[in-house]
Nanobody
Framework: QVQLVESGGGLVQPGGSLRLSCTVS???????MAWYRQAPGKQRELVAR???????NYLDSVKGRFTISRDNVKGAVYLQMDSLKPEDTAVYYC????????WGQGTQVTVSS
Protein backbone atom coordinates (compact mmCIF):
# COMPACT_ATOMS: atom_id res chain seq x y z
CA GLN A 1 0.00 0.00 0.00
CA VAL A 2 1.58 3.24 -1.16
CA GLN A 3 1.54 6.04 1.40
CA LEU A 4 1.60 9.70 0.49
CA VAL A 5 2.74 12.41 2.89
CA GLU A 6 2.27 16.05 1.93
CA SER A 7 3.87 18.97 3.75
CA GLY A 8 4.81 22.60 3.37
CA GLY A 9 1.43 24.29 3.59
CA GLY A 10 0.60 27.21 5.80
CA LEU A 11 -0.85 30.69 6.03
CA VAL A 12 0.57 33.19 3.55
CA GLN A 13 -0.39 36.66 2.42
CA PRO A 14 -1.55 37.31 -1.14
CA GLY A 15 1.46 37.53 -3.41
CA GLY A 16 3.49 35.22 -1.21
CA SER A 17 5.08 31.86 -1.96
CA LEU A 18 5.04 28.34 -0.60
CA ARG A 19 6.79 25.14 -1.61
CA LEU A 20 4.86 21.94 -1.07
CA SER A 21 6.54 18.56 -0.80
CA CYS A 22 5.16 15.07 -1.19
CA THR A 23 6.98 11.91 -0.26
CA VAL A 24 5.85 8.57 -1.63
CA SER A 25 6.56 5.31 0.19
CA UNK A 26 6.92 3.41 -3.07
CA UNK A 27 8.77 4.11 -6.28
CA UNK A 28 7.62 6.84 -8.62
CA UNK A 29 9.81 5.74 -11.50
CA UNK A 30 7.69 5.38 -14.61
CA UNK A 31 4.67 7.01 -12.98
CA UNK A 32 2.94 10.25 -13.87
CA MET A 33 2.54 12.33 -10.72
CA ALA A 34 0.23 15.21 -9.93
CA TRP A 35 -0.91 17.73 -7.38
CA TYR A 36 -4.59 18.17 -6.68
CA ARG A 37 -6.49 20.54 -4.42
CA GLN A 38 -9.87 20.75 -2.77
CA ALA A 39 -11.35 24.02 -1.59
CA PRO A 40 -14.20 24.13 0.94
CA GLY A 41 -17.47 23.16 -0.69
CA LYS A 42 -15.82 22.29 -3.99
CA GLN A 43 -14.73 19.14 -5.74
CA ARG A 44 -11.13 18.08 -5.82
CA GLU A 45 -9.38 19.37 -8.94
CA LEU A 46 -6.16 18.65 -10.78
CA VAL A 47 -3.67 21.48 -10.33
CA ALA A 48 -0.52 20.23 -12.05
CA ARG A 49 0.80 17.08 -13.63
CA UNK A 50 4.30 15.89 -14.46
CA UNK A 51 5.12 13.01 -16.76
CA UNK A 52 7.98 10.55 -16.51
CA UNK A 53 9.81 12.71 -19.04
CA UNK A 54 9.17 15.78 -16.88
CA UNK A 55 6.67 17.38 -19.24
CA UNK A 56 4.21 19.44 -17.24
CA ASN A 57 0.61 20.61 -17.49
CA TYR A 58 -1.21 23.10 -15.30
CA LEU A 59 -4.68 24.25 -14.41
CA ASP A 60 -5.23 27.46 -16.37
CA SER A 61 -5.65 29.55 -13.24
CA VAL A 62 -2.18 28.61 -11.91
CA LYS A 63 -0.17 28.75 -15.14
CA GLY A 64 2.86 30.96 -14.77
CA ARG A 65 2.61 30.92 -10.97
CA PHE A 66 3.01 27.26 -9.98
CA THR A 67 5.80 24.85 -10.91
CA ILE A 68 5.68 21.09 -10.40
CA SER A 69 8.86 19.03 -10.19
CA ARG A 70 9.93 15.56 -9.19
CA ASP A 71 12.88 13.67 -7.72
CA ASN A 72 12.60 10.03 -8.69
CA VAL A 73 15.52 8.96 -6.51
CA LYS A 74 13.97 10.49 -3.41
CA GLY A 75 10.46 9.45 -4.39
CA ALA A 76 9.29 13.02 -4.02
CA VAL A 77 7.16 15.52 -5.88
CA TYR A 78 7.17 19.26 -5.28
CA LEU A 79 4.93 22.21 -6.04
CA GLN A 80 6.45 25.67 -5.99
CA MET A 81 3.64 28.20 -5.64
CA ASP A 82 4.35 31.87 -6.27
CA SER A 83 2.13 34.94 -6.49
CA LEU A 84 -0.47 33.19 -4.39
CA LYS A 85 -4.06 34.39 -4.47
CA PRO A 86 -6.91 33.95 -2.00
CA GLU A 87 -8.60 31.61 -4.48
CA ASP A 88 -5.65 29.23 -4.13
CA THR A 89 -6.81 28.46 -0.59
CA ALA A 90 -7.42 24.72 -0.37
CA VAL A 91 -6.09 21.44 0.94
CA TYR A 92 -3.42 20.23 -1.48
CA TYR A 93 -2.79 16.57 -2.19
CA CYS A 94 -0.38 14.65 -4.35
CA UNK A 95 -1.14 11.38 -6.08
CA UNK A 96 -0.33 9.55 -9.24
CA UNK A 97 -2.14 10.52 -12.43
CA UNK A 98 -4.82 9.52 -12.98
CA UNK A 99 -5.07 8.92 -9.28
CA UNK A 100 -5.15 5.33 -8.12
CA UNK A 101 -3.53 5.44 -4.71
CA UNK A 102 -5.25 6.18 -1.42
CA TRP A 103 -5.16 9.87 -0.59
CA GLY A 104 -2.81 11.24 2.03
CA GLN A 105 -3.83 13.74 4.66
CA GLY A 106 -3.02 16.68 2.41
CA THR A 107 -1.54 20.00 3.45
CA GLN A 108 -3.61 23.11 4.08
CA VAL A 109 -2.76 26.26 2.14
CA THR A 110 -4.48 29.44 3.25
CA VAL A 111 -3.92 32.68 1.37
CA SER A 112 -5.24 35.62 3.32
CA SER A 113 -4.25 39.06 4.49
Amino acid sequence: QVQLVESGGGLVQPGGSLRLSCTVSGTIFGIYMAWYRQAPGKQRELVARITTGRSTNYLDSVKGRFTISRDNVKGAVYLQMDSLKPEDTAVYYCNDYPYTWSWGQGTQVTVSS
